[in-house]
């Protein structure tokens, strides 16, 4: 059989501060999310010129802070995503009407 060993709990891992690049890639993606939600918001109450250019700076704004850093990925690509599509969807309602 085999003989049970104690296991050792492994060192906690210090926490590293983020650098200003990886501090201001964050900053940035949150930006970015909050003018791509902002974008998708005013789709419902503002003009769709308006909704296109938030939408527009969004996805600007999600492509800096990819190339700043890799520390606000997720939220950046989302940004990026969400605000193709809302410009998407502005050009799609100007050519119904």
């Not at 501090?23 to 998708?40: D, I, P, R």
């Not at 939220?75 to 998407?88: D, E, N, S």
């Amino acid at each position: 059989m085999k003989e049970k060993t104690e296991k050792q709990p492994k060192p906690k891992k210090e926490k590293q501060e983020r650098t200003p690049r990886e501090a201001t890639a964050l900053m940035l993606g949150l930006v970015a999310l909050g003018l791509a939600v902002v974008g998708v918001a005013s789709l419902l109450w503002l003009s769709t010129l308006v909704a296109a250019i938030l939408g527009g700076i969004a996805v600007l704004t999600g492509f800096a802070s990819l190339m700043v850093g890799k520390s606000g990925t997720l939220p950046a690509i989302v940004a990026a995503v969400a605000g193709f599509l809302t410009v998407l969807s502005a050009i799609i309602s100007m050519k119904m009407q």
